[in-house]
């Protein structure tokens, strides 16, 4: 069944259809091997049901959060910040696309809309200061990693919907590896500035600069903060802090005349657009989660790993290939949502905790986003530095690379992603 079931969404993949119909059909084939008669009752139901929970109404409301935060020019305010912090410094435009990165994922979340705003402001001039094109949107699209691991991110919550995990605890588990991810690209960064002898470039800013720039950067600074701190300490739901996010945001632009009223829209149609994307795939992928699950899929999947279920790192190495490799040929949400329920009981037997798993497996989902041949941000990287896709595809790997080895870290040493959610969790 399960083979047939690939076999079907592959060549429907390839066919060129919508991706939450080619879920649905290879739902259909799969109920062709255990009940057709199922199909009229069980996909509307899980079809629906996939996406009917309270929590995942948090998803629109960040994504709408983010568009209005470029659409008031607040994330400029974050990359102006960014380049007087490290700007002067050899290679400095290659820190301040990471240390931008950083700033964007506490009030945006996304990979592809980070290398999207990124690339096409500091690509251009990176070129100019001497990088090279590959480098330059290699180094945007890796940076761009951080944004769905550092809190909020859509991953999570979608994580923690199918597992019952606290969202709070996921977003706090998540700021280590960020500053992690960030680190390692600001470190590959320092090697390629004095390979490439680039140049130092502007004067160390002043005193009364830096604090002009963080004046200008609170706005969007506070964003981070109202989000995770009021999920963290009880105050509001996931859901709910994604509307007073939204709030908080348009109010900032309108007040500060940077939002018009023609902004504002686009940034709801956008949000619109997005969202039922997400939700289309969402809801086709429950329709195929549920259908494994009531063939008992996730149970054999279990006793396949009997053998190393002692050796928690060794099940962790394994489901990250799985994810990593599944991950390079299909879509990043639908992957998460077709591979969770089939590897949660797997790491509980193995004795990893959830919110351990929550994260290896995020960001093995976001790598995936660097990775040929569907790695959607490797596209706009290409597109914004104007190379051609097949030279993008040779370029990335040592970005992938880096990538991995920070997952490596993170597997090979629970509490960088376990400390910060036990030590503010229990203060919650």
């Known amino acids: 069944m399960t083979l047939a079931m690939f076999a079907s969404f592959l060549i429907h993949v390839l066919l060129g259809l919508p ?99 990124l690339g096409s402001l500091l690509v251009p001039a990176m070129k100019k200061e001497g990088y090279s094109a590959a480098y330059a949107a290699g180094l945007t699209a890796g940076s761009s990693l951080i944004g769905p691991i550092i809190p909020p991110s859509i991953f999570m919550i979608l994580y923690a919907s199918l597992t019952n995990t606290s969202v709070g605890a996921l977003f706090l588990a998540g700021v280590i590896p960020g500053l992690l991810l960030g680190l390692a690209f600001m470190a590959m960064n320092w090697i390629y500035a ?28 506070l964003a981070p903060f109202i989000i995770v701190g009021g999920i963290v300490f009880g105050i509001v739901t996931p859901t709910e802090s994604g509307a007073l996010t939204v709030a908080y945001v348009a109010l900032a632009g309108l007040l500060s005349r940077q939002l018009p009223w023609s902004r504002l829209w686009e940034a709801l149609v956008e949000t619109a657009r997005l969202t039922s994307a ?80 929550g994260i290896i497996i995020t960001l093995n989902i976001t790598i995936a986003l660097i990775t040929p041949p569907m790695g959607a941000c490797v596209f706009v990287a290409a597109a914004v530095s104007k190379l051609e896709i097949t030279e993008m ?10 990538a991995l080895l920070v997952l490596l870290t993170l597997i090979l040493f629970p509490s960088l992603v376990l400390w910060l959610p036990e030590i503010l969790g229990g203060m919650a």
């Open 19 to 117: 991706l939450f119909i080619a879920l649905l059909v290879t739902a259909i084939v799969g109920f062709m091997f255990i009940d057709p008669s199922m199909i009229g009752r069980m996909v509307p139901q899980q079809f629906f049901g996939g996406i009917d929970a309270f929590s995942l109404m948090a998803i629109p409301l960040f994504i709408l959060a983010g568009n209005l935060m470029n659409s008031a020019g607040l994330t400029q305010q974050l990359m102006t910040l960014a380049r007087v912090m490290v700007g002067h410094l050899r290679g400095g435009l290659g820190y301040v696309n990471v240390v931008s990165s950083v700033f964007f994922a506490g009030v945006n979340g996304s990979a592809v809309a980070d290398t999207s705003a």
């Open 278 to 357: 997400i939700f289309l795939i969402m809801a086709a992928s429950a329709v195929i989660s549920w259908l494994l699950s009531y063939a008992q899929v996730p149970k054999a999947f279990v006793v396949l790993f009997d053998p190393i279920l002692e050796q928690p790192v060794l099940v962790l190495l394994l489901l990250s290939l799985i994810t990593f490799v599944t991950g390079m040929f299909m879509e990043e949400v639908s992957a998460l949502m077709l591979l969770t329920p089939i590897f949660m009981p797997v790491a509980m037997a193995a004795g990893v905790d959830p919110v351990h798993l």
């Open 194 to 221: 004095r390979k490439a002898r680039l140049p130092v470039s502007g004067q160390r800013p002043t005193v009364s600069l830096f604090f002009q720039a963080l004046l200008g950067a609170i706005p969007a600074l």
């Open 393 to 402: 595809f040779k370029s990335i790997w040592p970005f992938v690379a880096v």
